[in-house]
């Protein structure tokens, strides 16, 4: 079939003759190994030779096997393992000059000119110097007699491309590094649990978290966790500090509640560049409050254990675009840095983000702290704002008063991290002087009249706890709409938030035809998308999306471990989703499945005949575990039953089968670090619009709204999060099957198949083109990425 001409596909980039190696330099993180499977898988596959570089550029300076060709087996059964596991070293001998000799020397026997360096800021800017120096290095070699001109000739370019792999995701240009999501969800876990004893026995707990000139995770994790105070390098608290933190944890305690929560990072300083360390808190603490005080110091618990489902995908889809970008680089090109932003894949000068890096620490060097978090990028000065927004209530005396009463309530099936975004609603809508109310039990309780206000304290801990806390119900209101516009007029709702998944997004749209029926209905109408099945037309991502990946991917990684040291065995696997694979793909991606049946990419019997022999296939080597994931709406007669027997007769002699449908344990669990901190954000950013819409729409004595960018959704697309009047979302909507005509994670899918080795073509037209730094961000009336 001929391909759309807008399309470019990476069959005209081939990597035959071309050589790639891949390091892992400086500090290790969860991800690098997802990061050089990518790498390896898709430089095999457009024909290239991959070689390991073992221990970092100790490995390159030493030689030997050290470097070693790497074939597709040997990438196999890594993904799920943190760490990195061609090992990485800090080399003092690269800094020298003699040391890179060594290495060009090491490559250029190998033929070796394209580099990719998964590391630091530090690692990264050495790569770049090596690039720099290459032409040098090899006339030396020439002049010593160690290689002749012909190879000088051939190898006389080196190209280098970079991907961040540092848990303290202090690099600048990305908004996520890889490694950071997965330090978050250590620190969250530990957070949880702490919580629990804190609470019995009315403690305080100070934890001290890595980043010694980075405050990223200490900023995130405090904002999931709803932590009372935080200390962080980039913001020094303001002189007098201690009186203001014993004034607050104090003001807890006396609102009910039984803990506090202090997070330090450890390299948190006052204004006068005078370190703050977890134990000086402590005992501030102890002496003006007298509370139970225990210090806890993650240490490196924060950089191991398992890559989260973020940082595999992450990694995944960066090493793919790494490659390509190899491919496509010519001598002139810059060296680049592969990022993230908001959810597309960019390309960035690698020396531009390197020097806007070094920006940030001269700039905290020099005391302009508010410098230093704008060169932080976007979406660390919105992580701050936001946090200042919900932790510190501001006394009664200095709020707004709006005279407006705002209602927030969930709609449909519960979703981790609604409840954070509920919090973060209440809580800033109370900040610009409203009055909240929560409704429980969504329209059923609306209609009911189950609508109470709701306080600042009554949401203290909602962060962490996963379903709904206000109770939801898949009740649409067009059946209920004259009693719900009666219980409107009784509590004189004037704006309304709606967290959910595709009935919230049908709910809006019903309110907004009511309109011209019911003048109740004529005010800010705004929803939240929030379902596991990320089916919602107008954002890519959902609130909840996130734990449920990473409640498959976990037990991906378990079922296929109980197959460890047994006979070749295949996996089925059932997803929920409803008609949206969108769990289906992305859970395949991130644990490592050779296919991924999904209703909006229609299958036969030859696809599933031609899926048991790639199998077969694959058995005959190294590889014995098979994954394959379906969507539980993907075929009515090809059902997971189905699947599995004709799986287990046509392997018969070659493996075995077995199935698992993951059911609700995808729907249950603490939220995600990402999907609190992606609830938290979008509620707040909700709320302001609220408030601009309600004072835009407030004439002669009453809110009067009913245009249509005054019923809307907040989504995020691509790189920014947008406001969408869900009237204009109809168009875009499949209503019979609840999913979005279009879906960009469909564009995932071919990368999947290419890591489990299918022939396939994939889309290149929308990969990461060269930029600048400066022009990577949206504007300022746009937020940036989901953390």
Same mark, same amino acid.
């Given at each position: 079939?001929?391909?759309?001409?807008?399309?470019?596909?990476?069959?005209?980039?081939?990597?035959?003759?071309?050589?790639?190696?891949?390091?892992?330099?400086?500090?290790?993180?969860?991800?690098?190994?997802?990061?050089?499977?990518?790498?390896?898988?898709?430089? @095999?596959?457009?024909? &290239?030779?991959?070689?390991?570089?073992?221990?970092?550029?100790? /490995? #390159? +300076?030493?030689?030997? !096997? =050290?470097?070693?060709?790497?074939?597709?087996?040997?990438?196999?059964?890594?993904?799920?393992?943190?760490?990195?596991?061609?090992?990485?070293?800090?080399?003092?001998?690269?800094?020298?000059?003699?040391?890179?000799?060594?290495?060009?020397?090491?490559?250029?026997?190998?033929?070796?000119?394209?580099?990719?360096?998964?590391?630091?800021?530090?690692?990264?800017?050495?790569?770049?110097?090596?690039?720099?120096?290459?032409?040098?290095?090899?006339?030396?070699?020439?002049?010593?007699?160690? @290689?002749?001109?012909? &190879?000088?000739?051939?190898?006389?370019?080196?190209?280098?491309? /970079? #991907? +961040?792999?540092?848990? !303290? =995701?202090?690099?600048?240009?990305?908004?996520?590094?890889?490694?950071?999501?997965?330090?978050?969800?250590?620190?969250?876990?530990?957070?949880?649990?702490?919580?629990?004893?804190?609470?019995?026995?009315?403690?305080?707990?100070?934890?001290?978290?890595?980043?010694?000139?980075?405050?990223?995770?200490?900023?995130?994790?405090?904002?999931?966790?709803?932590?009372?105070?935080?200390?962080?390098?980039?913001?020094?608290?303001?002189?007098?500090?201690?009186?203001?933190?014993?004034?607050?944890?104090?003001?807890?305690?006396?609102?009910?509640?039984?803990?506090?929560?202090?997070?330090?990072?450890?390299?948190?300083?006052?204004?006068?560049?005078?370190?703050?360390?977890?134990?000086?808190?402590?005992?501030?603490?102890?002496?003006?409050?007298?509370?139970?005080?225990?210090?806890?110091?993650?240490?490196?618990?924060?950089?191991?254990?398992?890559?989260?489902?973020?940082?595999?995908?992450?990694?995944?889809?960066?090493?793919?675009?790494?490659?390509?970008?190899?491919?496509?680089?010519?001598?002139?090109?810059?060296?680049?840095?592969?990022?993230?932003?908001?959810?597309?894949?960019?390309?960035?000068?690698?020396?531009?983000?390197?020097?806007?890096?070094?920006?940030?620490?001269?700039?905290?060097?020099?005391?302009?702290?508010?410098?230093?978090?704008?060169?932080?990028?976007?979406?660390?000065?919105?992580?701050?704002?936001?946090?200042?927004?919900?932790?510190?209530?501001?006394?009664?005396?200095?709020?707004?008063?709006?005279?407006?009463?705002?209602?927030?309530?969930?709609?449909?099936?519960?979703?981790?991290?609604?409840?954070?975004?509920?919090?973060?609603?209440?809580?800033?809508?109370?900040?610009?002087?409203?009055?909240?109310?929560?409704?429980?039990?969504?329209?059923?309780?609306?209609?009911?009249?189950?609508?109470?206000?709701?306080?600042?304290?009554?949401?203290?801990?909602?962060?962490?706890?996963?379903?709904?806390?206000?109770?939801?119900?898949?009740?649409?209101?067009?059946?209920?709409?004259?009693?719900?516009?009666?219980?409107?007029?009784?509590?004189?709702?004037?704006?309304?938030?709606?967290?959910?998944?595709?009935?919230?997004?049908?709910?809006?749209?019903?309110?907004?035809?009511?309109?011209?029926?019911?003048?109740?209905?004529?005010?800010?109408?705004?929803?939240?998308?929030?379902?596991?099945?990320?089916?919602?037309?107008?954002?890519?991502?959902?609130?909840?999306?996130?734990?449920?990946?990473?409640?498959?991917?976990?037990?991906?990684?378990?079922?296929?471990?109980?197959?460890?040291?047994?006979?070749?065995?295949?996996?089925?696997?059932?997803?929920?989703?409803?008609?949206?694979?969108?769990?289906?793909?992305?859970?395949?991606?991130?644990?490592?499945?050779?296919?991924?049946?999904?209703?909006?990419?229609?299958?036969?019997?030859?696809?599933?005949?031609?899926?048991?022999?790639?199998?077969?296939?694959?058995?005959?080597?190294?590889?014995?575990?098979?994954?394959?994931?379906?969507?539980?709406?993907?075929?009515?007669?090809?059902?997971?039953?189905?699947?599995?027997?004709?799986?287990?007769?046509?392997?018969?002699?070659?493996?075995?089968?077995?199935?698992?449908?993951?059911?609700?344990?995808?729907?249950?669990?603490?939220?995600?670090?990402?999907?609190?901190?992606?609830?938290?954000?979008?509620?707040?950013?909700?709320?302001?619009?609220?408030?601009?819409?309600?004072?835009?729409?407030?004439?002669?004595?009453?809110?009067?709204?009913?245009?249509?960018?005054?019923?809307?959704?907040?989504?995020?697309?691509?790189?920014?999060?947008?406001?969408?009047?869900?009237?204009?979302?109809?168009?875009?909507?499949?209503?019979?099957?609840?999913?979005?005509?279009?879906?960009?994670?469909?564009?995932?899918?071919?990368?999947?198949?290419?890591?489990?080795?299918?022939?396939?073509?994939?889309?290149?037209?929308?990969?990461?083109?060269?930029?600048?730094?400066?022009?990577?961000?949206?504007?300022?009336?746009?937020?940036?990425?989901?953390?």
């Amino acid at each position: 079939m001929a391909q759309p001409d807008n399309k470019k596909f990476f069959e005209n980039l081939t990597g035959a003759g071309k050589s790639i190696a891949v390091l892992t330099s400086g500090g290790d993180a969860q991800g690098m190994n997802a990061a050089v499977r990518a790498v390896v898988r898709m430089g @095999i596959y457009v024909g &290239a030779k991959v070689y390991f570089v073992h221990e970092g550029y100790q /490995g #390159m +300076v030493d030689g030997g !096997d =050290n470097i070693k060709e790497a074939k597709w087996e040997s990438v196999s059964s890594m993904l799920q393992v943190g760490g990195t596991v061609i090992g990485s070293a800090r080399c003092k001998d690269f800094r020298t000059h003699e040391g890179r000799l060594k290495a060009a020397h090491n490559l250029v026997k190998r033929g070796i000119t394209n580099l990719c360096v998964i590391g630091g800021d530090g690692s990264l800017t050495g790569a770049n110097l090596f690039r720099e120096e290459w032409s040098g290095l090899l006339a030396e070699l020439v002049q010593q007699n160690l @290689i002749d001109e012909e &190879a000088a000739q051939k190898y006389s370019a080196l190209h280098i491309v /970079g #991907m +961040v792999g540092s848990i !303290d =995701n202090d690099f600048c240009g990305t908004d996520m590094t890889i490694g950071t999501d997965s330090a978050l969800h250590r620190i969250i876990e530990v957070v949880d649990a702490i919580m629990t004893t804190a609470q019995s026995h009315q403690r305080t707990f100070v934890l001290e978290v890595m980043g010694r000139h980075c405050g990223y995770l200490a900023l995130v994790s405090a904002l999931a966790c709803g932590a009372d105070w935080v200390l962080i390098p980039e913001m020094p608290p303001e002189d007098g500090w201690e009186e203001k933190m014993c004034q607050k944890l104090s003001a807890t305690r006396s609102r009910g509640s039984r803990l506090n929560i202090i997070i330090v990072a450890e390299g948190a300083i006052d204004r006068h560049g005078k370190a703050i360390t977890s134990s000086i808190v402590k005992d501030l603490v102890v002496q003006c409050l007298g509370f139970d005080t225990r210090v806890t110091i993650l240490g490196h618990v924060q950089r191991g254990g398992t890559p989260s489902a973020f940082d595999r995908i992450l990694a995944s889809r960066m090493g793919v675009e790494a490659v390509l970008a190899l491919l496509e680089t010519t001598a002139n090109t810059p060296a680049c840095v592969v990022s993230l932003c908001g959810n597309q894949s960019v390309r960035l000068p690698l020396m531009e983000c390197v020097q806007m890096t070094q920006q940030v620490q001269k700039a905290m060097d020099e005391k302009k702290f508010e410098e230093a978090v704008r060169l932080r990028g976007r979406s660390f000065e919105n992580n701050l704002r936001t946090y200042k927004l919900l932790a510190h209530r501001k006394p009664e005396s200095e709020l707004p008063h709006s005279n407006y009463n705002v209602a927030v309530l969930n709609v449909g099936a519960p979703a981790a991290g609604m409840n954070a975004a509920v919090r973060s609603a209440v809580r800033v809508g109370i900040s610009e002087g409203h009055k909240m109310f929560a409704v429980s039990d969504g329209f059923e309780g609306f209609y009911k009249g189950q609508i109470k206000e709701i306080k600042w304290a009554d949401v203290g801990g909602w962060t962490g706890q996963g379903g709904s806390l206000l109770g939801t119900k898949r009740t649409l209101p067009a059946k209920y709409i004259e009693k719900i516009a009666e219980q409107m007029r009784k509590y004189n709702i004037n704006a309304l938030l709606v967290i959910g998944g595709f009935e919230a997004l049908e709910c809006l749209l019903q309110l907004n035809e009511a309109r011209a029926h019911y003048e109740e209905f004529c005010i800010p109408l705004c929803m939240l998308p929030a379902t596991i099945s990320n089916n919602v037309p107008g954002t890519d991502l959902s609130i909840g999306a996130d734990t449920a990946l990473n409640a498959i991917v976990e037990t991906c990684d378990r079922i296929k471990q109980s197959a460890s040291g047994t006979k070749h065995r295949v996996f089925i696997i059932e997803t929920m989703g409803g008609y949206c694979g969108y769990l289906a793909s992305v859970g395949g991606l991130a644990a490592g499945a050779d296919a991924a049946y999904i209703y909006e990419e229609p299958f036969d019997i030859r696809d599933l005949q031609s899926n048991v022999e790639h199998l077969t296939e694959k058995m005959k080597t190294s590889i014995q575990r098979g994954l394959i994931l379906r969507n539980e709406n993907s075929n009515e007669n090809y059902t997971t039953d189905f699947i599995y027997q004709l799986y287990s007769e046509e392997g018969r002699g070659v493996f075995d089968c077995r199935k698992n449908v993951l059911g609700h344990m995808q729907q249950g669990g603490a939220p995600s670090p990402f999907d609190r901190n992606f609830g938290t954000k979008i509620a707040a950013k909700a709320m302001q619009w609220i408030t601009k819409k309600l004072n835009e729409s407030y004439r002669q004595g009453r809110v009067f709204a009913n245009t249509e960018d005054s019923a809307c959704l907040l989504g995020m697309r691509r790189r920014a999060m947008v406001f969408q009047p869900v009237v204009q979302l109809k168009d875009e909507t499949d209503f019979v099957h609840r999913i979005p005509k279009e879906q960009w994670w469909l564009k995932l899918r071919p990368l999947m198949k290419i890591l489990a080795k299918y022939k396939t073509s994939y889309d290149v037209s929308d990969s990461g083109q060269l930029e600048h730094v400066a022009l990577n961000r949206p504007r300022e009336s746009e937020a940036t990425a989901a953390i």
